[in-house]
């Protein structure tokens, strides 16, 4: 009985360490990241772009012999969708002994892992979450993309200048930290820009039906409807043209996703939206990135900033030279002028960029590149 009892914790013994790579095995040949994007759940269809980018961004940096001499480990976390779930999956990565977190997608998201990251002290690059909020919460936390306050700015200028509207209607998802703040953001500068918001309506996430809200925007009689959403937008639009509502539907860059253009092609006339990239872009990283693709025409903004977010951590393990959490931190603060597929990426103070946003013009169920709207100081 004592023999078989001693047998058996050293099996145990060993299964554990295997299960915790006892002796950093792994850890010594690999550099190991974690991804946190919606796999499964009502997000998984506009996420799924982010994580094909980092695979394809992963892919070639092995190809290419990898950083520090080993080749990178990606470790996919599924968050299900759920801002409880990303925390849990930024745990799991902490507890993996990872060098960094990549994601999330989704603000509300990406802000529960963040304050995970920031804890721990794991540098953390989010390629598409916009929220002000995400890179506020400490000095790991960093973003390829710009932020809600340009983008909300960029699209009440292009509304009231552009657009000639005077009276908008905001359609606002009051469980999305992302509509919220995007809906903020245009309001306050469409009022400063002399406009009026007239109505502000409200909805949750897995509404379908949006008919009473449309009848209600309709007696308000709208130049522009706002609509700071994600796929769900579409049902917005159809019953409002249903209506027969003449208002313009603009969004921001929520409606980048693929299923976005699938789900509207049949009815949406004419629409806006902003988003982070241009496929015409003539810069080099982006041509070879588009020409390379197996398929360019389902590329979408979330794939290629993935794609840079991962460069940039790497390009920032290289300059760190070292796989340690803070000096990759400290690297990545100091990145100037690195040449992504979306444009040049330069951190600020605050972690974050300063790039040009893309307006995107939907007529008849397709879209077209309409203009760029460079920042100003």
Known sequence: MITYSRFLIEVLAVSLCALLSCGNAVADDTVKVASIYALTGVAANATGTSVRGIRAAIRDINSRGGVLGKKVELLELDNHSTPIGSKVAADQAVRADVVAILGASWSSHSLAAAKVAQEMKVPMVTNISTHPAVTEV???????????????????????????????????????????????????????????????????????????LVTEAKKANPDVLFIPGYDESVAIIRDAQAAGLQAIPIGGDGWDSPDFLKLGRGFIKHAYYCTHWARQADNKANVIYVESHQDPGSIRAPEVLAYDAVMVLVDAIRRAGSLDRAKIRDALAKTRNFEGVTGKISFDADRRVRKAAVIMEIVDGRERFHKSVTPVE
Do not use: W
């Open 138 to 212: 400490g000095d790991y936390i960093f973003r390829v993309c710009f932020d809600d306050r340009f983008q909300g700015r960029t699209m009440a200028t292009f509304a009231r200048r552009e657009l000639n509207a005077t009276r908008v209607v905001t359609f606002v998802d009051v469980t999305s930290d992302y509509s919220i703040e995007l809906a903020r953001e245009f309001e306050s500068n469409f009022k400063r820009l002399g406009g009026q918001v007239v109505l502000e309506l409200k909805y949750k996430q897995k509404q379908e039906q949006f008919g009473t």
